[in-house]
């Protein structure tokens, strides 16, 4: 038998180096909580050990048999009193009187013995109840990379179509709950071509798109968004694209950026290029207060810094954009070369002001555009527009749903994702049961 330890961030991770060393035989003998992360024990050939004989406690077995001869004698006696009493009522009821052999005895009345007051709970550690939620959730991980990794050989060996198609999809970058709802769409269909394209058409029908394009409707718009997502580059675009079309008179930039260095700077340059006026409103200044003047502009964009979650700043630059007397329509500015999991923290961030919908930038550097599209379908934000290059405003575009799911194709990754991606992305699925498949 050999038997091996792990050390990993977390128990997916860990359970990879272990199918990876050992394979998928190996058994899982021991896991627990170190400092950074999880430590598995693996063995590969083992067998369990056989239950050791029981001892015998004399001493219990002789206090069982005491205890068991008092219930039986206690059973005994309510049921002779049992008899006794139905003997007594069947005679009352009936009319008929009582016999020298069944004298009449006056009921006495006890006052029942008062519960005695329970005992305090012995106090627990809570080290203790963090220790076995740490082990109740590493065996929820393992259960759901086992079920996982199931699933998706089962899905291979009865439906190999559909496991293509789900391949192919991972490819593009979509999520797995998206992915399995477009596969819902297309299960009448055999063909596997004719299965794609329905597929992709599909796709382009979920993505939401503005009826009037956001300029052309006017009012406060304001780009939000985490630092490094193009924000400024976008509103200089926008503005640009702009005045372009209808002149510089009834257009006004304001900037609430006064953390990142030569923020200002940078609007206040593209204010006189385009010969537009430029407002900045610093901390703790009254947005409302600062845009009294440009109620009259037919547009206003607004540049937004990029803070952290956890920045108090944040909170009260989104409560500004929410307020009633500003009436923004704020825009969430996702670069689609960010990862998944910053794509879905800027959306729970920024969602607290209202989002009119999302603008997608650096489409010309992106290596996929599924996570993009999963989250902006997934919650239901509509693309406004679209960048894919630096040039101002040429490189500004409306958004076209089934060229976006073309492109999406057209970057899609060269290989094929491995077993143990597929398993992962279904052990994903298990942890809602309405998300399951199979």
Request: charged fraction near 25%.
């Amino acid at each position: 038998m050999q038997v091996k330890r792990f050390f990993a961030a977390d128990m997916r991770q860990a359970m990879k180096l272990v199918r990876d060393e050992l394979g998928a035989d190996a058994a899982i003998i021991g896991n627990r909580r170190i400092a950074g992360g999880v430590e598995l024990t693996a063995a590969l050939d083992y067998t369990p050990q056989a239950l050791a004989p029981r001892v015998p406690n004399m001493e219990l077995e002789d206090e069982l048999r005491k205890t068991a001869s008092r219930i039986v004698s206690a059973q005994a006696e309510l049921s002779m009193r049992g008899d006794s009493d139905a003997t007594t009522n069947r005679q009352l009821f009936a009319g008929l009187p009582l016999t020298a052999a069944e004298p009449l005895v006056e009921p006495t009345f006890k006052e029942p013995p008062r519960p005695a007051a329970p005992a305090p709970a012995p106090a627990v550690d809570q080290r203790v109840f963090d220790s076995m939620r740490f082990e109740l959730n590493g065996l929820r991980e393992l259960l759901e990379v086992q079920l996982g990794s199931l699933a998706w050989t089962q899905l291979q060996g009865s439906k190999p179509q559909q496991a293509n198609l789900w391949r192919r999809l991972q490819r593009i970058g979509l999520s797995g709950p998206l992915s399995r709802d477009l596969l819902a769409l297309t299960t009448e269909i055999e063909e596997p071509r004719q299965a794609w394209r329905m597929l992709l058409a599909h796709l382009a029908r979920m993505i939401v798109t503005p009826e009037i394009e956001p300029l052309e409707e006017g009012g406060v718009i304001a780009m939000v968004g985490p630092a490094g997502m193009g924000k400024t580059t976008t509103l200089a675009k926008l503005a640009a694209r702009y005045v372009l079309k209808y002149g510089a008179q009834n257009i006004a930039l304001v900037s609430m950026d006064s953390y990142r260095i030569g923020a200002q700077e940078q609007l206040k340059t593209l204010g006189r290029i385009l010969n537009v006026s430029v407002t900045h409103v610093d901390p703790g200044q009254s947005l409302a207060n600062a845009m009294d003047p440009l109620l009259r502009k037919r547009v206003v964009l607004i540049d937004t810094a990029g803070l952290q979650a956890s920045d108090p700043a944040l909170r009260m630059q989104l409560e500004s954009l929410a307020g009633r007397g500003i009436k923004s329509k704020n825009y969430l500015v996702l670069a689609t070369t960010s990862q998944k999991q910053v794509l879905t923290a800027a959306y729970h961030s920024y969602k607290r002001c209202g989002l009119a919908g999302c603008i997608l930038t650096k489409l010309d550097e992106t290596a996929s555009l599924g996570e993009v599209l999963s989250l902006a379908i997934s919650h239901e934000l509509p693309v406004a527009y679209l960048t894919d290059g630096p040039r101002i405003p040429d490189d500004l575009h409306l958004p076209r749903r089934h060229q976006l799911v073309s492109r999406a194709v057209s970057v899609q990754m060269q290989e094929e994702p491995s077993e143990e991606a597929m398993a992962d992305m279904f052990a994903d699925l298990y942890h809602n049961p309405a998300k399951r498949v199979g």
